[in-house]
């Protein structure tokens, strides 16, 4: 028994040796773990990532396993502290107890929190976890432990010319464990709610293929993206299943499927994981929705996105940003550093997408058909798209994708509307051309675009108008129902017989090209369009401005060219010829009908060069031609220069109504008839320009109209010159005097002219004479010529009757009238002054500039065998109404019987001896014309040889008186001294001469009433004391002698007292003066 209990004893002490020895050994151990661990650990981990740095910032036990802070995986060592691609705050390792008492370290589980797996991606270095070295293993398939994660987290990103640029980011929670299988794992992960998918989970299995073998990897689950983007897409993928397998090398896809949205997804394929690594994917997608901007469950070809695409593929996507939904068959095979060179084979069927061409941004929306890929080419196959209700077909093709890619592409439309989307889709040169038409309406559309390998570009769109309206802004004429083409290229448009289509007669076309701001034509051809507002309205501003001035009942045809001024001195040259027929044309400058015109005329800016215009006046034909500067010298009004030509013109009353103001005619005067124009007119323009105006007016027996009445004729040549007339050969025929033609006289002039009631008939011949025309019309005239006088007669005062004769010399007039210069010699013959008949009247009249008067001085008037010398004046130069004149006459031998009246007395014979004898004397008046009461003046008359007819008044008085025959009585001289005082003849002495007695007397005279009253005494052989005795007779005082008293009418006068035959001889002479 003591034997047993010394075993027992003695392990018992065996056993506690062990414990404390355990102790002491595990107690060293865990003490010393803090510095012997990670080194070790660090070597673990540099054998199976040989490639790799690794730091580990403390690993100690804890309990039966280790803890492991601060795990970091990176590239290098230099990279471990800014850029790990893994860092793990705590991994605790567990390990299997019973393994361990066999001696043997079994990893049980693994446990990871605060981890980050970061994944980076740079397109020439490729994936960062790849480059990490993993090695492998020569025992077989490893066998991992349970894994457990607990807010891990995996980043993806991108590494763009040497910026980062995150793509994603994903918190994970799940855990990794083992099957029965050698080397099978079971894996359930799920995204928290930290970062980026939220919601989406996976469950699969894995499988870890030995030395030589891959890995297989099979999972299902979702992706939810609720808060963020991955390059700008957030899809929620739902039944997603992958199947797969890998290695270091490859991952071969056999599927992954999933659904997104209402449309379904498949893929397959093998992709190599080396930077230069090939790939080969087939993608099935159907009802997918595309689009160039963010939204849910659609793939969007975002500028993050497209980075990764090949070159050609972003430029496609960049230019005509396509979107809808369509689904896509294809199969992609390449390599990864050579994306560009990618050979896609396949097709793309397009259910209902929208491309909108940058170069061209016109949306298409709906479109419909088939894309098909074949290698490095594609083929657009009548694809169908729209645009509101236009319909559009594209084909086309792209063969060799890349840099020297050919492209074919080919859009057509039968129906578009030019609205405003064409508008903005136009390039610069095309809105341009647009604006200058403002189009609206339908067309057709043929639109084609090329590039070649060499990167060369050919883009060309056609627009067949269909029913277009559309405005020209260098012919803005309203231009309806167009058709023709329109042909748009990259540096060219190209109109090609555009034509209007009107109701009725008007055709208009157009055809040209721009090619540019600075080079461009455009022609525009119209015809039978009528010459109303909207047509002068598409004219330049400036023959606008002159067309303005015209009424015309007419249609045009006009040829309009404009195009780039090549000289750069302003926008464009302008050009057009116009041709005009029409029924009447009016002026508002000149408003007389023309009738059956025709203009041919060139337009340019500026100008209107008249080539011809013809026209119906009446029966009178009128020919124009010439040009109209839209501003003549003054800058403000027209210029013209015009050739004229007239044949038989009717100068009516429309002409002179609308002439007033216009023709330098005195007013009231008018020519009547038809007259023949030639010459040149010009108005507003300088010499330099335009010859001045040389206008040539021919007259054949017009009448002349004064105050609407006809007062004779005109014939000969009016010449019309820049600021003058001449008259040339110019005859005045049957020009009748009367009230009528004092309308045409100066205002002192027709005053005189209306008192003295001048009647008769004038015949004028002007050699020659020159009208100067002022800036305020009449400017003077000079003339030299013939007047005819014929029938003269006063009818107011019959001062003159019957006058005869002619004038002929020169005349000058100034701006007012006013004569300045005078020179003629006159005669007249046989008429009558107061009822007595002159034989003849001659001499020559003068303007004298000293005194301002109009004198005819020592004219001489012959009265059978006597003569009158005579001096007269009229004051032209003083402003009174009336004219003032001075009359101053001596005479010598002119009979007796000449000066009394000239119409015999009742009962008498014509051919009875009356009174005889001789006048002698003077005679000075002076007053002024048309008014008979401011004459004044004195009369000296002395009669010898008088002899006293026995049938005179006073033989019949003196018979009555029963003295003797007046035979018996012999009265042989008469003096008479008178002064004239307005409308009285005041006698300051008469005195008969006889035998046996004088006659002494005074007396007075009413010129007006033709009474007279006057007193004669007779005396016998007394002739010393006359002077004496007749102051006292006059007064009544010697009753014994004769007394006479005479009173009453001239032609039946009252004699009382003493009768004798002497006394008709002086009231005969009385009679004479009072006229």
Partial sequence: MSKGRGILRWIGRGLLRTMVWAAAVGG????????????????????????????????????????????????DEASLASSPIFFAERVRVTIALGELLKRRVVVRSVGVRDAVLTAEFEKERGWNVLRLGLGGREDGVPRLPVVRIERGAVRVRRIVDGRVVPVAAVGLDGQITTTNEAGEYRFSLRADERLALSGSHAEGVLRVGGAGQKSELSLAGQVRMPRVRILDNAWNLDEVELMCAFDAEAVEVERLSFRMGEGVGTASGRLELARDGAFDVKTD?????????????????????????GPWAERFLRQYRPRGRGDVDLELQGRWDELGQTAITGQVVCRDITIEDTQFPYELERMEGVITFSGRSLTLDSLKTRHGESVFLIDGSIDDFGSEMEIRLRVVSGMIAFDEDVYRALGSEAKRMWFAFSPSGM???????????????????????????????????????????????????????????YADARK????????????????????????????????PQAQQDVLAQFELDATASVDVTVKSDMTGERPFDYAAHLEVAGRRLVSAGFAIPLEDVRIIADLTQETIGLREMTARYGDGRLLLGGHIAAAGDDGETPGFCLAVEAVGFDLDEPFWAAADGQIPFPPGVRLGGAVDVAGRWSRNVSAEGCEPTDLTVVCLDNPVWVDGQTVGEVSGAMRFEDGRVRLDDFHVKGLLLGEALAAAMPE?????????????????????????????????????????????????????????????????????????????????????????????????????????????????????????????????????????????????????????????????????????????????????????????????????????????????????????????????????????????????????????????????????????????????????LEPLILDSLLRGLGSALWK?????????????TISLPILQLPLDVLELLRK
Avoid: C
């Fill in 28 to 75: 060293a151990a865990y003490l010393g773990s803090a510095w012997y661990l990670p080194p070790v650990l660090e070597g673990v981990l540099a054998r199976r990532f040989p490639d790799a740095g690794v730091s580990v910032q403390g690993v100690r036990f804890s309990g039966l396993g280790v803890l492991v802070k601060g795990l970091a995986v990176a590239e």
């Fill in 285 to 309: 997608l159907a009802g997918f929705v595309i689009s160039d901007t963010h939204s849910p469950d659609t793939v969007v070809y975002g500028d993050s996105a497209m980075e990764l695409l």
């Fill in 748 to 1024: 002192r002039m027709r005053a005189a002219y209306e008192r003295l009631d001048v009647t008769g008939r004038v015949d004028a011949s002007i050699v020659s004479a020159l009208l100067t025309l002022g800036e305020d019309g009449f400017g003077g005239i000079e003339a030299t010529g013939r007047v005819r006088l014929d029938g003269i007669k006063s009818g107011s005062t019959d001062i003159v009757g019957n006058l005869n004769g002619r004038i002929e010399g020169w005349i000058a007039l100034d701006a007012a009238d006013q004569i300045k210069q005078v020179d003629a010699a006159y005669r007249a013959e046989d008429f009558d002054i107061r009822g007595r008949r002159v034989d003849r009247l001659s001499g020559r009249m003068v303007y004298d500039p000293n005194e301002g008067v109009l004198a005819s001085r020592n004219f001489l008037v012959e009265v059978g065998n006597g003569k009158a010398v005579g001096s007269a004046t009229v004051d032209i130069v003083n402003e009174a109404s009336l004219l003032d004149y001075t009359l101053g006459l001596s005479f010598e031998q002119i009979g007796v019987d000449r000066l009394v009246a000239s119409v015999p007395a009742s009962g008498v014979k014509d051919d009875e001896p009356r009174q005889r004898g001789q006048a002698a004397g003077t005679m000075n008046v002076q007053g002024r014309i048309g008014r008979s009461d401011s004459k004044e003046g004195r009369l000296s008359v002395s009669v010898t040889n008088m002899q006293l007819g026995q049938q005179s008044l006073i033989g019949r008085m003196l018979t009555a008186i029963q003295f003797r025959e007046p035979k018996d009585y012999v009265f042989n001289r008469m003096e008479i001294e008178a002064f004239v005082m307005g409308d009285e003849l005041v006698i300051d002495r008469i005195r008969i001469f006889g035998r046996p007695f004088v006659f002494h007397g005074q007396g007075r005279l009413d010129l007006n009433t033709n009474r007279i009253t006057m007193d004669l005494v007779a005396l016998g052989g007394l002739s010393g």
């Fill in 508 to 539: 208009v076309r157009l055809d040209g090209f721009a090619a540019g701001a600075d080079d461009f034509s455009v022609r525009v051809r119209a015809a039978h369009i009528p010459m109303d507002e909207q047509l002068v309205r598409a004219l």
């Fill in 1044 to 1056: 006479i008293e005479i009173r009453g009418a001239m032609d039946a006068p009252q004699i009382r």
């Fill in 443 to 501: 067309g057709a559309i043929d639109h084609t675009y090329r590039r070649f390998s060499d990167g060369r570009k050919d883009r060309l769109l056609a627009v067949d108008l269909i029913d277009v309206g559309a405005i020209y802004e260098h012919f803005p004429y309203p231009l309806e129902h167009l058709t023709g083409r329109i042909v748009f290229e990259p540096n060219r448009t190209t109109l090609s017989s555009i034509e209007a289509h």
